[in-house]
């Protein structure tokens, strides 16, 4: 009977993730308010018959992944922003 509940709640997940992933900064922070709020999650990994602490660690792990993969992006535009501005001084 809970089955289609279960697999309702394994996608609320599996999209939160996605979104932590590939969404825009406002959606990847909603994501990952929803993935290590405890009272939100407990409920929808009940549901899924998944551990809700696992799930928030994941998130965190993912979130910190990519925090490291977007400060060399963040470098790059920080110093073609310092080029232009020098280029346009002289």
Do not use: H
Not at 56 to 74: F, G, H, N, T, V
């Amino acid at each position: 009977m809970l089955q289609p509940y279960r697999r309702l709640a394994i996608r609320v997940i599996e999209q939160a993730f996605r979104d932590l992933r590939r969404g825009p900064q406002e959606l990847r922070l909603s994501a990952l308010e929803f993935l290590t709020d405890s009272t939100r999650l407990e409920m929808w990994c009940g549901l899924a018959e998944i551990g809700a602490g696992r799930v928030s660690a994941r998130a965190m792990a993912q979130r910190c992944d990519l925090l490291m993969a977007d400060e060399p992006i963040q470098a790059v535009a920080d110093g073609a922003k310092l080029a232009s501005a020098n280029s346009s001084v002289s």
